[in-house]
């Protein structure tokens, strides 16, 4: 199932034994499919659920009465057919290629993105791009150590950090000269 083709759900509420409740409600209730479980902070846990609208909303409803019947519910939402965006950021879907991603949003083209990554940056050459830019670099990087949520949230000097640490490894572990 494409995610991005049809409704997406969220069930919150304190506590897991009333999510998984009404997770268990929800996908009985309608033919929808459990995306992702997030357990952010302070017991919160959301449940995303994806399907056809009207199964989406059936099965939120069930969902969230069988929550609050059980435990502490907070709040659901059906949204129809999200950006695919919503999907990355949430971590349901990959961040896609670079290639497919950019549109306009920044003042270079793919290709020379892709080219200068391949160059070696200096951490004052890195302070001197846009925090835009280094997240964009940061997900061109195959074995970057934070996800791309973590990237979208990350702040300035800790994507500087992490690239000049890869381009030090990429360093040591090629001699190309």
Do not use: W
């Amino acid at each position: 199932m494409d995610p991005t083709k049809y409704a997406l759900g969220m069930i919150e509420t304190i506590g897991l034994t009333s999510i998984v409740a009404a997770a268990d409600e929800a996908v009985k209730a309608a033919n929808v499919k459990v995306l992702s479980c997030q357990k952010p902070d302070a017991g919160i846990v959301t449940v995303y659920l994806g399907g056809d609208v009207a199964s989406v909303r059936a099965a939120v409803e069930a969902g969230a009465l069988k929550a609050k019947e059980i435990g502490e519910f907070r709040s659901y939402r059906v949204i129809p057919k999200p950006d695919p965006s919503v999907f990355y950021t949430l971590g349901i879907l990959p961040m896609p290629p670079l290639e497919e991603e950019q549109s306009e949003p920044f003042s270079y083209d793919s290709s020379e993105v892709t080219h200068e990554t391949r160059k070696s940056y200096t951490k004052e050459e890195l302070e001197l791009l846009s925090v835009k830019e280094l997240k964009q670099l940061a997900r061109l990087q195959g074995n970057f150590p934070l996800s791309g949520t973590d990237i979208s949230m990350a702040k300035k000097s800790e994507l500087i950090e992490k690239l000049v640490q890869i381009m030090e490894e990429r360093g040591e572990n090629s001699n190309e000269d």
